[in-house]
């Protein structure tokens, strides 16, 4: 019988914007809010690959152009420096495509984003998780680092300073008598 004709959802071909956009949005803004607040510089990297490749596969070239341009036109490199950057970009390219395609729409704030997509539904019955580790159900693993705020330039020290132990302890067993 389907659905009640209101409540039936209205199909589109994956390729029309309306259709794959919030499919997308939701997927980018929920990476972000789970980004870690001060990510490594190579994980930053990947960050920016990723936001670029995104708008090369978009299915809508209009729509890939206007994304690439949103992002050569903010400083993507600083961005992906934190979650705080990343999210605030992806909520700024957002209301810019809003603006035109949902002029009525009020521009979203980083606030109401967090709000949105600090959480997510799941389909019932939950599925198990196949990680590494038992699941522990964390809200956001990367909220609390090690239980103290610290900027990322005290995080970015510690692990260069964490490096140069690994490799002074490397050294030393390659250059201590007993070796070999
Ligand atoms: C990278 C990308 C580029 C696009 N470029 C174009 C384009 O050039 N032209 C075009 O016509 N369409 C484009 N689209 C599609 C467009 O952005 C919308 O997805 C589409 O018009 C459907 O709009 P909507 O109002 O139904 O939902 P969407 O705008 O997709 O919003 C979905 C949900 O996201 C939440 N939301 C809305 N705004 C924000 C925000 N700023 N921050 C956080 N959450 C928010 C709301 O809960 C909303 O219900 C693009 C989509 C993507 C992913």
């Not at 997927?27 to 920016?48: D, F, I, Q």
């Not at 949103?70 to 420096?81: F, G, M, P, T």
């Not at 809003?98 to 984003?113: D, I, K, L, M, N």
């Amino acid at each position: 019988m389907g659905l009640p004709y209101r409540r039936c959802p209205l199909l589109l071909p994956s390729s029309d914007p309306r259709a794959f956009g919030p499919l997308l949005w939701d997927a980018m803004h929920v990476l972000a809010e789970n980004y870690p607040e001060c990510p490594s510089t190579r994980k930053g990297r990947w960050c920016r690959r990723y936001l670029f490749a995104i708008s090369h596969m978009l299915p809508c070239r209009a729509c890939g152009r206007h994304f690439r341009k949103y992002l050569r036109e903010h400083d993507v490199w600083r961005a992906v420096e934190t979650r705080a950057g990343l999210v605030a970009l992806l909520v700024g390219a957002h209301n810019a495509v809003s603006a035109h395609a949902r002029p009525s729409r009020a521009p979203f704030t980083v606030e109401e984003a967090h709000v949105l997509y600090a959480t997510a539904p799941a389909t019932r019955p939950l599925a198990g998780v196949w990680g590494d580790e038992p699941y522990v159900g964390e809200a956001n693993p990367y909220s609390f680092f090690q239980g103290t705020k610290r900027s990322c330039a005290q995080v970015g020290m510690r692990r260069w300073r964490r490096n140069l132990v690994g490799v002074a302890g490397l050294m030393a067993t390659l250059i201590s008598p007993s070796f070999g």
